[in-house]
């Protein structure tokens, strides 16, 4: 499925009116990887959630394939996301009464039965390669780069044609990052995927293609990734 994504005259806005992010012109690609960066409170992860239709305040238009998100219901976003995106966000958002495994399977809830059982296999995989135990025991008692890494394996587990990666590397020491950096460059480009993320790991800007500035509520320039 070609999901290159294209974003026009976009305005999200607070309840109370007030524009909080605006982008006149952006795209993307499949097979694209591309870093988000600024100061804190710049918009960065307000610009990666109205990507994934999650801010109910939004004008202009967010295409990705066919799908505008900005013209459609909360359900219809939310059948999006299940079906073609992967968030990892920064606080994780896990069961803490849950394993790994358990939590980085969640996908297989919202998926016919004939696609449960490759989401629990490559969730297993991910889980292995990212050194994280996947049912020895509840993530409640879980290290930071233990949680990061068990939210990346559910991001990644349903095969998303788009990775939208808030803060993906910030719990993990520096050898971790670098192997998911590459993880995520490598799958990104071999699957044709798109992976956006928020960072200010300056080791992952490096790997990305492209770089975007976001200052002040608004996209700046594009710089190109080493």
Not at 60 to 77: E, K, M, S
Not at 110 to 136: C, M, W, Y
Request: aromatic share 4%; with cysteine.
């Amino acid at each position: 499925m070609n999901l290159a994504l294209q974003v026009d005259d976009l305005r999200v806005r607070a309840p109370g009116g007030r524009v909080l992010l605006s982008c006149d012109h952006f795209e993307a690609t499949p097979g694209a990887t591309i870093g988000l960066r600024g100061p804190s409170g710049a918009g960065k992860s307000t610009f990666l959630y109205a990507l994934a239709g999650l801010h109910p305040a939004m004008t202009g238009h967010i295409r990705w394939g066919a799908a505008d998100l900005v013209q459609l219901n909360d359900a219809a976003r939310a059948a999006f996301r299940r079906s073609h995106v992967g968030l990892i966000f920064q606080d994780f958002l896990l069961f803490e009464e849950l394993s790994a495994l358990g939590n980085a399977s969640l996908a297989t809830a919202f998926n016919p039965a004939e696609k449960r059982r490759s989401i629990t296999d490559t969730a297993r995989d991910f889980l292995k390669s990212l050194k994280v135990p996947a049912e020895a025991r509840t993530v409640d008692s879980f290290s930071g780069g233990e949680r990061q890494r068990t939210a990346i394996a559910r991001a990644l587990a349903h095969d998303p044609a788009i990775i939208l990666a808030d803060e993906p590397t910030a719990s993990l020491d520096r050898r971790t990052a670098d192997a998911l950096i590459e993880d995520l460059i490598s799958l990104t480009r071999a699957r044709n995927k798109t992976l956006i993320a928020v960072s200010h790991d300056q080791h992952l800007l490096d790997r990305m293609d492209r770089v975007i500035e976001v200052t002040d509520g608004h996209l700046q320039t594009e710089a190109a990734g080493a």
